[in-house]
Each structure stands twice: as C-alpha cells, then as structure tokens.
C-alpha cells in the first residue's frame, strides 16, 4: 500500500517549481535507473507503481529541452533497444522455449517492414492451434511488406485472447517486434477469425491508442441478454466507447451457424449508439454477406486486409472516449490514469486553437490527469482545463522531467509527453 500511495503522489507532482536540492542524475546514475526502469514488466497491474516509485526522486523537476532533451531521449531509446528481441527468422517459435509454451509463428518482411499485423486464430474450449490463421492470412500480410505475428492463445478457453496472461504477452509481443524489426509504431493491425475476431473487437478496443486498424471477422462481442430471453439488449462494457478514434471493419455473414449475427448487429447499434454521443467511428465498417456461413468473405483475407491496409494510427486525436477496464492500462492516448475504474466513462477534447481542454466523467475518476506535448497544445501559452464544466488548471502548463521518461519507456514517439496535469 505504502508504494501505491507513493506512485499516486508522483503522479499530481509534475507542476512543481524545480528545486535547488533536486538534480538529474549524472549519467552513471541514468544508465542505472533507466536499467531498472526497462526491467519492469509493463503489462502488469503493479507496473505503474514500481515505475513511478523509482521516479519519485525526481517528481520535481523539468523536463530538458532542446538538445539536453535529445540526449536523454537517445539514452532512453538505447536502453529500450537493449531489450529482449524476438527470434529473426521465419516458421514457428515458442516464446518460452524449454517450457515449449507460448507458440507463435512469424511471417513476412523482416527488414524495414511497412507494417505489423498480428492475427489471432479461431477456436474455443480445448482448441487453439495457431497454425490456421497463420496459413490464413500470411499470404495477403506478406504481400502488403508487413512482418506478421500469429500468437497461441496461452489457454484454450472460450475467451482466450482477454485471459489473463494473453493479452499481456500479445502486446509484449508487439513491443519485442517493434525493438527487432525497427516497425513503425505508427503501422501496428490487429484482426482474426471466429475467436479471433472477437480478440481483435476487445483488443483492439483495449489498446486502440496502440492499433492503426483492426478487422474482425465472423466473431463477435459477448452479447448482454434481457433477463430470462435471448433478446440482446447490449453488449460488453469496456469496448465500443474505445473505438471512437480506431479504423476498423467488421465483416459477418448472416448464415454463420456458428457466430450468428445477432451479437454483431447489436454491437453496430451500440456504435451508432455511441457515435451520436461522442462523434468520431468515421471509419468503422460493417461489412454483412449472407452467403459465407462461418468463412471469409469472397476473396479470403486479401479482401479484408485491403480493408485496411491504407490506414495510419492517429496518436492525438481532439477527442478521446475511455472505458477502462484493465487496472494495468493506465494511459490512453493522452489521459493517463493511474488507477483507473472499470464503468467509468471519461470524454475529453482538446482545441489547440483556444487552448483548452474539456473533460467530462460519468463517475469518480480520482488522480484522472492529461498528458501533454506540443502535438496536443501549445506549451507556451495559456492553457484552461475543465472537469464536468469546473475548471481545475488555467496557466501555462509545466513541463515534468519524471513524465518525459516515464512516457518514453516505450520508445514511441507517438506516447511520449513532457507534461501531465492532475484533474484533482
């Protein structure tokens, strides 16, 4: 509790005057810390805390700027590269190799790939072979020069993608791919079939600040049923508010006996739904056939990779919709919250041109922060930010030497912010 409480204090401090008995450390001192930071596992749900417990020394002061900040940047990106990597060949691999757990195949361009998909398999219950999507979609991947990764799921449950573990050592996955194969971050797809398309609906809606694109097919969102009926009222919570900002196709065909399009059709509806609220889904698709049964549409995967190959990620959208529900996904695009809460909506838009930010929540959301650069605001001038129409900061924002490192752990410029501010 005592680290918990530490890393919640680091996190409101970023505003604070520099102080005299404050110092960066030496450059001795920053390979040693930057060696313990990239030692911690970032998918975890203690992450947060143990990173933020090693910055708390340095809570107080600014971030550099001009050449000083380049320099630590580079120290940064070269204690990110001295990383684990993924093996350098093609074919099959066990990422736990003398457990033989942990099975993946790579696919694709391997120098200067213009892209990385990662396709999740189909299965359930007792069948997980990653073997299928990988003879499914590496064609139409390796066509387009992208590296593909066709991840296992760890267990063979009827939710493999989102049991614990999974998920985590997907993205672990992209992180080591990215560090091998120099990926542009910008560029990173996710889709699948049957199982797999209902990982690539949650995840991608998880991790939407992380995707360019993702294209589910013939696999749904767990559908909500009204009490004592098979009449879909909603779907899960968690995913569609998410998607506000993700290019994604959807495709399903109306004769699938085994994922029937009912649960898709109502998570179309919680979209439209959604998009009236929040704007945004500009573009999502819904693709729906009536003569595939449980395949691909005509065409196979070719036709839906082209769906969304053309697509970039927007790292900093001007509005950004969040309803976590990891307690390890602390940031999204440019909210950042430490201890985030499952069934609380936040919405949040900035306008760069009267330099402000709006943030709205449907509940309590405490230690809720903004994560700033100059790709969100200008950090020179004036900026007012409101809480459910209170406001909480008016000022020129300062900048915060522990949020710089902390937000560049990963190496993706995209995610990299010299600034946060608490929102209590």
């Known amino acids: 509790m005592a680290m918990i409480a530490c890393a919640f204090l680091v996190s409101a401090a970023p505003l604070l005057t520099p102080q005299d008995d404050v110092r960066p450390p030496t450059s001795r001192e920053l390979k040693a810390l930057l060696a313990e930071l990239q030692a911690v596992e970032p998918h975890r749900a203690d992450s947060r805390a143990r990173v933020d417990a090693l910055l708390e020394p340095y809570a107080a002061l600014e971030a550099p700027s001009g050449s000083k900040r380049k320099k630590l940047l580079k120290s940064i990106e070269k204690a990110w590269e001295s990383g684990r990597e993924l093996p350098r060949k093609g074919g099959e691999h066990w990422y736990w190799e003398e457990e033989r757990r942990g099975r993946f195949f790579l696919s694709g361009k391997t ?59 997907i993205m672990t996955l992209i992180d080591e791919a990215r560090r091998t194969f120099d990926v542009p971050a910008d560029k990173v797809f996710i889709g699948g079939h049957s199982m797999g398309g209902y990982g690539s609906w949650v995840l991608g809606a998880h991790h939407a600040d992380l995707f360019a694109a993702a294209v589910p097919s013939a696999g749904s969102l767990t559908p909500v049923y009204a009490l004592g009926t098979t009449d879909i009222i909603d779907v899960q919570e968690g995913i569609v508010p998410n998607l506000r900002n993700l290019p994604m196709c959807v495709f399903q065909s109306t004769d699938d006996p085994r994922v029937p399009p009912g649960p898709n059709q109502a998570a179309v509806l ?93 509940g309590e959301a405490p230690g809720l922060a903004v994560l700033l650069s100059e790709a969100i605001v200008d950090m020179e001038a004036e900026l007012t930010i409101t809480l459910n129409d209170a406001e909480v900061f008016s ?13 560049a752990l990963t190496n993706d410029p995209g995610r990299t912010y010299a600034a946060r501010i608490a929102l209590d």
Do not use: M
């Open 111 to 169: 120098k200067k790939p213009k892209g990385l998909f990662i396709g999740l398999h189909g299965g359930g219950v007792g069948s997980a072979d990653a073997s299928g999507s990988h003879g499914a979609y590496r064609g139409a991947a390796d066509k387009r020069g992208w590296l593909s990764i066709y991840p296992q799921a760890l267990e063979a449950t009827e939710r493999g993608w989102t049991d614990s573990g999974t998920e985590e050592w």
């Open 270 to 362: 919680k979209v439209e739904e959604c998009k009236g609220r929040y704007g945004g889904f500009d573009d999502f698709t819904y693709w729906e056939v009536g003569d595939r049964g449980h395949g691909y549409p005509k065409g196979g995967t070719e036709a839906l990779l082209a769906r969304i190959d053309g697509f970039t990620r927007d790292p900093h959208p001007e509005r950004v919709v969040w309803e976590p529900s990891l307690t390890w996904r602390t940031s999204f695009y440019w909210l950042d919250w430490p201890t985030p809460a499952a069934g609380v909506i936040v919405d949040a838009t900035v306008d760069r041109d009267s330099g402000t930010i709006e943030v709205r929540t449907n």
């Open 395 to 407: 000022g020129v924002p300062g900048t915060s030497w522990s949020t710089l490192v902390r937000t």
